[in-house]
């Protein structure tokens, strides 16, 4: 059957039953027969769940924001919060997260999304902001952040800090040398490095088939030594326990740990996106609008509730507080944001140690103009 075949009742069928992954839950939130859910609270089940809310919220609430002219090109995440939030559910807070621009919901379950919202806005302070949170700013030059995270992660080994690293990158960018670089490097030196694959089938435009003739991403961790597993990253339990795993494996003392097994790991989660690449893209030039349905069926949200109410651990008025909470944070995370103040000279802090003479004229001149005419002469009328 293909990707957009029916049954026999005309319900869409499951886009992951014939792939070889790690699942917890099934497409209806129930968990499946041989799955072992993770020995978690109710209140970190919870948790969960309004993380996968608040980064769904403010996913749709970003994309009206770019929309009206508010925020930059914006990069939707609907249809991968299961794999962000899942997989950092499942790090220590001092664990170092290096992010490539989609996984939002690192951002929410590390609690700084009013932080990080003005970087959208064109501040830097956003990026500076989550870095304080062990959050490694975004990456738009595609794989380049991976030689650096790998660089960390050597660093915490060397300096025997208990600390691992989660880079996360699409699939393109494995198609990159920095990928092979980084990933090799990982493996010779043994570093504590998880390679977080996100697997939408798309780079952009270009279908998985055109990045590569492996059969999978995960698979390219053989040649470089150590293991790769697939996950249904759609299912939030599944990316926590895969990641809790590896994790675990990864900080692992070298001299007491019973566990002989290389440290690095790359983890492909297996997902959709529902939008497009960002908002300057256009998914209905390159992909079937119809192909989308299907991977409907597995949204994170509706099988993380749906495992809640079917466990007990959630009712109506549960579910309604947490989307109450959501929205607030999201509210007050725009109104943070809409409340700092450029500084025109921002722009030239950040690209150099000793700003050049040509950039430092531009800069004087720039400033001597606000000086002269206001702030207000530069500022677009909404």
Not at 78 to 97: F, K, M, N, P, W
Not at 150 to 155: E, L, N, S, T, Y
Not at 234 to 254: G, I, Q
Request: glycine fraction near 8%; hydrophobic fraction near 35%; include cysteine.
């Amino acid at each position: 059957m293909g990707e957009n075949d029916v049954d026999d009742t005309g319900s869409a069928t499951d886009p992951l039953a014939d792939e070889d992954c790690y699942r917890v839950l099934g497409p209806d939130g129930i968990p499946l027969p041989d799955a072992t859910v993770p020995d978690l609270s109710d209140e970190r089940f919870r948790a969960i769940y309004r993380d996968l809310v608040t980064t769904r919220r403010f996913d749709e609430r970003a994309v009206s924001l770019q929309r009206q002219g508010r925020i930059g090109t914006y990069a939707p995440c609907a249809g991968q919060e299961g794999s962000a939030v899942g997989s950092t559910h499942a790090l220590a807070d001092r664990d170092l997260i290096s992010y490539q621009y989609r996984e939002h919901g690192a951002i929410v379950v590390r609690d700084l999304l009013s932080e990080y919202l003005p970087y959208w806005l064109g501040h830097e302070s956003g990026t500076e902001a989550i870095a304080d949170g062990n959050v490694f700013p975004l990456n738009i030059g595609i794989a380049a952040h991976l030689p650096h995270a790998v660089g960390a992660a050597w660093a915490f080994d060397y300096r025997e800090e208990d600390r691992v690293v989660a880079a996360h990158f699409g699939g393109g960018a494995t198609s990159e040398g920095d990928f092979h670089e980084a990933i090799n490097f990982a493996g010779v030196f043994d570093t504590p490095t998880l390679f977080c694959c996100h697997n939408n089938g798309w780079a952009i435009s270009i279908p998985e088939s055109r990045q590569t003739a492996s059969d999978t991403f995960a698979e390219k961790a053989g040649a470089y030594g150590f293991e790769g597993i697939r996950v249904d990253g759609m299912d939030p339990l599944a990316s926590y326990a895969v990641t809790k795993e590896a994790a675990d494996r990864a900080r692992r003392n070298e001299d007491d740990s019973p566990v002989d097994a290389p440290r690095p790991a790359l983890i492909e989660f297996l997902e959709y996106r529902f939008g497009a690449h960002t908002t300057a893209d256009d998914p209905t030039a390159y992909r079937d609008p119809d192909a989308v349905d299907p991977w409907r069926a597995l949204d994170p949200l509706d099988r993380m509730e749906a495992f809640l109410r079917e466990t007990g651990r959630i009712d109506d008025d549960g579910v309604a507080a947490i989307h109450e909470e959501a929205d607030e944070i999201v509210a007050d995370a725009i109104d943070f944001a809409e409340s700092v103040e450029p500084d025109p000279a921002d722009m030239f802090d950040h690209a150099y140690a000793d700003l050049p003479p040509e950039l430092r004229r531009q800069r004087d001149e720039l400033l001597a103009a606000v000086d002269e005419h206001g702030e207000g002469a530069f500022q677009r009328e909404e």
